[in-house]
């Protein structure tokens, strides 16, 4: 299954949920309820962004975009965490409301079966989520899948925080529990646009990736005739680039030398998924770039 198609059933999804949490707080009039419906009203308009922007990503390379349009998830999971920050401070308001006025609460129990059906498809479907964007590197998925991941807490909290209220009728324990759903909704905000942030100023790749590359390139490296300096690296979406400068014996022809960088490019490509390596060639004697910190490698 394509990542478009996990975003269009985290859209059904949260339809259906925003019904089931909606028909929650309806029928018990609890705010952490209400915060609860609110953040699925946020899943909805977040996988709709996401859904929009893995599509533009998926478009190939045109002539206003020569490296594709890969960025565009970025969009969507800061897109994501203005709204989950949004959600989070209208919660708070509305559960600092119902501390200074609270009001008992109706039909509980069916309010929190609600809760917890909702929660379970949320929960099942985040998990399907998270696997797929792990595999396809999908910042906008991974985004989407969190916030749900989110969402299944949340309502964990609040399932649990209603069953207190029955056993004890302390009514403050709901604006309460809406209070720290909203504070967990901020920081997942927070952490989205953090990562929304790095992403568009264009971070080197992870570490992982990185040791893979000069796993690569300690295979191809000889220390008379060829070595590797100038390494650098980004991220977008789910494309990653990798560039450097190779340099080796100018009597070669340049015939061998293209063939050992086609060798070298390819090796890396096939050790790191979605990497696209451009090699600039260059004689042992000949730098570049005098003035940038070159790589030990």
Do not use: C
Not at 45 to 68: I, K, N, R, S, W
């Amino acid at each position: 299954m394509q990542a478009s198609a996990y975003l269009k059933l985290s859209v059904a999804t949260a339809i259906v949920t925003i019904v089931l949490k909606t028909a929650a707080w309806w029928t018990t009039g609890s705010v952490s309820l209400a915060a609860d419906a609110l953040e699925s009203l946020v899943n909805l308009a977040g996988a709709v962004f996401a859904l929009a922007m893995v599509t533009l990503a998926a478009q190939p390379p045109d002539a206003e975009h020569p490296y594709g349009h890969h960025k565009a998830e970025y969009f969507s999971s800061g897109f994501e965490g203005i709204l989950i920050i949004a959600a989070g401070l209208g919660i708070l308001w509305g559960a600092v409301d119902r501390w200074r006025h609270p009001e008992p609460l109706e039909a509980v129990g069916l309010g929190v079966a609600l809760a917890v059906v909702s929660s379970a498809l949320n929960g099942l479907l985040a998990w399907a989520m998270l696997r797929k964007a792990r595999e396809v590197r999908s910042v906008a998925l991974e985004g989407d899948a969190r916030h749900l991941i989110t969402d299944v807490w949340t309502s964990a909290g609040v399932v649990v925080g209603l069953l207190g209220v029955m056993a004890t009728g302390w009514l403050w324990l709901d604006p309460l529990l809406a209070v720290l759903v909203a504070l967990n909704i901020l920081r997942e905000g927070v952490h989205l646009m953090r990562e929304s942030t790095g992403g568009l100023m264009d971070e080197a790749l992870d570490s992982d990736s990185l040791a893979k590359v000069h796993e690569v390139l300690d295979e191809f490296r000889h220390p008379h005739t060829i070595r590797f300096d100038h390494i650098t690296s980004r991220s977008a979406g789910q494309r990653r680039f990798v560039d450097l400068h190779m340099h080796m014996p100018s009597g070669w022809t340049l015939g061998r030398a293209a063939a050992l960088r086609t060798s070298v490019e390819q090796a890396l490509m096939a050790a790191v998924p979605g990497l696209r390596a451009t090699i600039q060639l260059l004689p042992m004697d000949v730098e570049a770039h005098f003035d940038d910190v070159k790589d030990p490698l």
